[in-house]
């Protein structure tokens, strides 16, 4: 999922006895078609963040009204990283070494506020989203990726097309029942494309409860903030 349509794909994957089968693939994809895919959907993966993190909402709230109570080192970074990464980014980094994008300080806040309204025409639809993966469960391609032994870094932009193709034969390679169809091509020439199919695979393996859930201890965070389903298991064990 992106801000704009331009870079948002929808992958479907339809799945049988020992078979996933790419149904639909849609590059250039709007709201509506959108909103349409995930309630169309037993399990659906979105590649966006479903909120921001609840300090740096009360920070921004309390310096709205005035009235923000700044510790002595304001340029901390442990102060700062509180209200950049949410609870999930901190439990991905830790169980993968990845860094998720921050949703307050990256440019990805733009994609979320998109999937903000996403959610919210969901919930117009009687499809309420609970945030820590019920319905809809928010995904990371590389951290997928990274646990499934595949390449999860390189793999984008027009410069690194060779890299995707790669990446392709090789997921093919580990998961020779998926069949990409038609849309292969697609996978190929489009990190976009590619991301989708991995979303959709990802959201597989949340169906399954084959994800790390949240702990008890993060599921109150991970209500507001979202939660990042993050596969256990090995690509071929979604078959």
């Known amino acids: 999922m992106a801000a704009e349509p331009a870079k948002t794909a929808v992958a479907t994957i339809m799945w049988s006895t020992g078979r996933a089968t790419v149904e639909r693939l849609a590059l250039g994809v709007e709201d509506g078609a959108l909103v349409s895919a995930v309630v169309g959907a037993d399990k659906a ?7 921001w993190p609840n300090a740096f909402v009360d920070f921004v709230t309390a310096h709205h009204t005035g009235h923000v109570v700044a510790p002595e080192d304001v340029a901390g970074r442990a102060w700062r990283r509180r209200l950049a990464w949410r609870v999930t980014d901190e439990a991905v980094h830790d169980a993968t070494g990845l860094n998720p994008l921050s949703v307050s300080a990256d440019r990805i806040g ?7 309204a996403i959610l919210a025409r969901l919930d117009g639809l009687g499809r309420a989203v609970d945030r820590c993966g019920d319905g809809v469960v928010e995904v990371y391609p590389a951290a997928s990726l990274r646990h499934w032994d595949l390449p999860y870094k390189r793999y984008k932009g027009r410069e690194n097309l060779a ?7 090789q997921m093919l390679e580990a998961a020779p029942w998926l069949d990409l169809r038609a849309y292969e091509r697609d996978c190929r020439a489009s990190d976009d494309a590619f991301d989708a199919v991995v979303a959709a695979l990802t959201a597989r393996a949340a169906a399954l409860d084959l994800v790390a859930p949240p702990s008890s201890a993060q599921r109150e965070a991970a209500r507001t903030e979202g939660w990042i389903a993050v596969p256990t298991v090995k690509l071929t064990e979604l078959r």
């Open 45 to 51: 993966g979105i590649d966006c963040p479903l909120g």
């Open 110 to 116: 733009h994609t979320a506020m998109r999937g903000a």
């Open 163 to 169: 890299v995707l193709c790669q990446l392709v034969d």
